[in-house]
């Protein structure tokens, strides 16, 4: 299936759902998260400010800056560019592109100092692939991230068979859903 026709697809199925039934199934997908060992070993975690068709992410951001872990989001600065900045709080979000939250803290250049990166997809498949929005931010992020290791966190509908790639596209390390207690691995 063509990225587009697959986007379209997603879309159609996030439409089956009320936001409090995603908001239900986000709480399994984020409680796998917070019980993974690489998450409780990572000093620097980099994450998503989610949007409402997305794993919803804010008490999971703000529970690990309380735990004491330097937490990273992403902000978008121009046609094509994106930036890490930390992130100290919700009183530290503005509106930024896109109707995203994003951080207006320091911007964070360090790349090899990330640990772990939890990445949003509109679809992952179980090669451990990912299909982002189109606009290509996170294509042109994944690559400095170095050896971070990547999960990439979706709900069980947005878990398909194989995705089309391109040669620049970066897998992840492991895609974690919920319902279905799906955790695929490069191990």
Not at 19 to 45: G, I, P
Not at 107 to 123: E, K, M, R
């Amino acid at each position: 299936m063509k990225k587009s026709e697959l986007r379209k697809e997603i879309k159609n199925r996030k439409r089956q759902f009320t936001s409090q039934q995603l908001s239900e199934l986000s709480f399994v997908v984020v409680m796998r998260l917070l019980a993974h060992q690489r998450l409780k070993d990572a000093r620097t975690v980099m994450l998503y400010y989610s949007l409402p068709d997305e794993v919803y992410t804010h008490t999971l951001v703000d529970a690990l800056l309380a735990s004491g872990k330097r937490v990273l989001l992403p902000r978008v600065t121009g046609e094509e560019t994106m930036e890490l900045r930390c992130y100290t709080g919700p009183q530290s979000l503005e509106q930024g592109a896109y109707n995203i939250m994003e951080p207006v803290g320091e911007v964070f250049s360090d790349y090899a100092q990330i640990d772990l990166a939890v990445i949003p997809g509109v679809a992952f498949d179980r090669q451990l692939n990912r299909m982002g929005r189109g606009k290509g931010y996170y294509d042109r992020l994944l690559p400095q991230l170095g050896c971070a290791y990547k999960i990439g966190i979706c709900f069980d509908f947005q878990l398909v068979e194989s995705i089309e790639c391109e040669e620049h596209d970066i897998r992840m390390d492991e895609v974690i859903t919920g319902e279905g207690q799906n955790s695929i691995n490069a191990g």
